[in-house]
């Protein structure tokens, strides 16, 4: 492909105007170089002038059917236009995406490589397919281990008030005479852990339910507002000041009904902890190009230090029984990985607590 680019050209005398002028810019010394080097790459690459018409394609990226016409040489948008949709930046930026393409029925996960040289860019394409399968059996292995992990905690925690429920009836049932008091506290402490089983359901269920919904773009800060009004008609809501710092542009990719849940708990946290009122700060931002940072912070008591790395175990709850299950924050953790981001929690006793979720920032293809 060298020869016949190079030599073709020089026996004939008659240069393609884009590849002369690139030799012009680049210099025999980078031509010579170059090419052998392009041609010697194991994955499929091609050079491009300044003005981003294709000079060189070696032999891997003609098998895709890149050919280069020194009469008329074609741009990355006429060669390929998946990848010139996918590659927004100017051809000095270097730059590197993911794309998922369909390839006779297939799907073909790539990654392009585009690294601006003297007087053009570098592309090179290379196959992440398999890389791909592999980190969704990863997410699908830990997800299942952690379900594994959440279920043993269920069964655990729903036959201590199902045992309790049986003994109560027990006792009630073997006792010569039942008094309108013991009566009384038997049927109590039967509703308790009643109603203790059905919040664990209602919150796995919910959980279940939303994982069946499409990502699809979803702005973060509509989000937060609607789970501040969920949170607003809880009975426990008496009086909070909300400061929210928004950012339009803080777009993710997401389950809309998750990413609700998350916000719900961690907002729901903070107005129980500040007992119905207080303060909360909540921030977006964008840090970087690619990530989006969300912060809520309360005013309330604030975590032990000894509680920090169990907040997001199953079933690790300060609240009074029946108050708290203790898998809000396990299932938003378990939400946001899902995402491929996460979440933390800062505290200092006293001076009220701050989580952070981050979420990959959401890019409109082309
Ligand atoms: N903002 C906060 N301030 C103080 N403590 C918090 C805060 N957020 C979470 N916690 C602590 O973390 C624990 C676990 O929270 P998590 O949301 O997982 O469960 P829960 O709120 O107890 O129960 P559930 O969410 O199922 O009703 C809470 O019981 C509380 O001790
Ligand atoms: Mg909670």
Not at 34 to 45: E, K, Q, T
């Amino acid at each position: 492909m060298r020869r016949s680019l190079t030599s073709s050209s020089n026996r004939s005398g008659k240069q393609p105007v884009s590849q002369e002028r690139w030799m012009r810019n680049t210099g025999s010394l980078l031509h010579h170089a170059l090419f052998p080097v392009l041609h010697a790459l194991p994955w499929p690459a091609l050079l491009m002038d300044e003005e981003g018409r294709i000079v060189c394609a070696n032999r891997e990226m003609e098998r895709r059917g890149v050919r280069v016409d020194p009469q008329c040489p074609r741009s990355l948008q006429e060669a390929l236009p998946d990848y010139a949709a996918a590659l927004r930046g100017g051809l000095g930026e270097a730059q590197d995406v993911r794309l998922t393409r369909q390839v006779e029925a297939q799907e073909v996960v790539e990654r392009v490589w585009l690294r601006p040289i003297a007087s053009g860019a570098v592309l090179i394409v290379t196959d992440e397919t398999r890389l791909h399968e592999l980190e969704t059996e990863h997410a699908q292995t830990v997800r299942l281990a952690s379900l594994g992990f959440m279920l043993a905690g269920v069964c655990h925690e729903i036959s201590n008030p199902l045992a309790a429920i049986h003994s109560m009836l027990q006792t009630l049932q073997s006792a010569p005479r039942r008094d309108p008091e013991m009566l009384e506290r038997g049927l109590a402490s039967i509703s308790a852990n009643v109603r203790r089983i059905l919040e664990i359901s209602r919150q796995l269920s919910a959980f279940s339910r939303a994982s069946r919904e499409q990502r699809q773009p979803v702005g973060v800060d509509p989000v937060i507002e609607e789970a501040l009004a969920l949170v607003r008609h809880e009975r426990w809501y008496r009086n909070v000041t909300v400061e929210h710092h928004k950012d339009p542009a803080a777009v993710v990719h997401a389950n809309p009904r998750e990413l609700l849940q998350v916000f719900f708990n961690i907002l729901a946290n903070a107005v129980q902890a500040m007992g119905g009122q207080g303060r909360i700060l909540i921030t977006t931002r964008r840090p970087g190009e690619e990530r989006v940072e969300v912060m809520i912070q309360d005013d309330g008591p604030g975590i032990r230090p000894e509680h920090l790395p169990k907040l997001f175990d199953p079933f690790f709850s300060t609240k009074a029984s029946g108050e708290g299950t203790g898998l809000g924050l396990t299932i938003s953790n378990e939400i946001i990985h899902e995402h491929g981001g996460r979440i933390r929690a800062e505290s200092t006793l006293g001076k009220g607590a701050r989580f952070y979720i981050e979420l990959p920032l959401w890019r409109r293809p082309g």
